[in-house]
């Protein structure tokens, strides 16, 4: 089955960086976009990026655009997020998700647990 | 930005009974809305896509409706397990996706 799993979150302080993996398993990594959708504690669901399957298109949403990068490692089925000049308004727990299908239609279908990102001083 | 806006804030019902949840866009996003619904401590879950398809796995008991700016998930007869809350997504104006506030299903 589909498995998801996130990984590298913490506590970090504002303007400091951090890197989110997510490990892909159950399915043909390479076939799919992959997402980055994040929900801040006790609020609602925001998209945060998108990459095509073979990491040649990339789309961030506006408030991380120019501090986040998305990544894709298909040799190893796993998807990255590099976080830079964090801000409190970043502390969110980070899902990553898998698109619906092959040219990125972003639906997401699978979804991992998340790992949580708080930013403290 | 797509303003996604959902009503009720929060619905309380029996179970068996039908509920209906309301997704308002704030301009037109043709049929390209899906709804997710999502449980305390774990990920959303696909329920709905294109506002009328059935993601793989969920019950008939979910169905989507509406296009244009007005849509609707409605259970037909809730399951204990369907208490949980809903959100509304768009795709129309990619990359700028968007999502509703969430309504609350909870149990009266």
């Known amino acids: 089955q589909v498995q998801l799993v996130e990984s590298g979150g913490g506590v970090v302080q504002p303007g400091r960086s951090l890197r989110l993996s997510c490990a892909a398993s159950g399915f043909t990594f390479n076939n799919y976009a992959m997402h980055w959708v994040r929900q801040a504690p006790g609020k609602g669901l925001e998209w945060v990026a998108v990459?095509?399957?073979?990491?040649?298109?990339?789309h961030y949403a506006d408030s991380v655009k120019g501090r986040f990068t998305i990544s894709r490692d298909n040799s190893q089925n796993t998807l990255h997020l590099q976080m830079n000049t964090l801000r409190a308004e970043d502390t969110a727990m980070y899902f990553c998700?898998?698109?619906?299908?092959?040219?990125?239609?972003?639906?997401?279908?699978?979804w991992g647990q998340g790992t949580l990102v708080t930013g403290s001083s | 930005e797509i303003v996604l806006t959902q009503s009720p804030a929060t619905l309380s019902l029996s179970p068996g009974e039908r509920a209906t949840l309301s997704c308002r866009a704030s301009q037109s996003v043709s049929s390209h809305l899906a709804w997710y619904q999502q449980k305390p401590g774990q990920a959303p879950r696909l329920l709905i896509y294109?506002?009328?398809n059935r993601a793989t796995g969920i019950p008939a008991r979910f169905s989507g409706s509406g296009s244009g700016t007005d849509f609707t998930l409605t259970i037909s007869s809730l399951e204990p397990e369907d208490f949980a809350v809903y959100y509304c997504?768009?795709?129309?104006?990619?990359?700028?996706?968007?999502f509703g506030q969430g309504t609350r299903l909870e149990i009266k």
């Open positions: 998700a898998r698109d619906l299908s092959r040219a990125a239609r972003y639906y997401f279908d699978s």
């Open positions: 997504q768009q795709r129309s104006d990619w990359p700028r996706i968007t």
């Open positions: 294109d506002a009328s």
């Open positions: 990459i095509s399957t073979d990491g040649s298109d990339k």
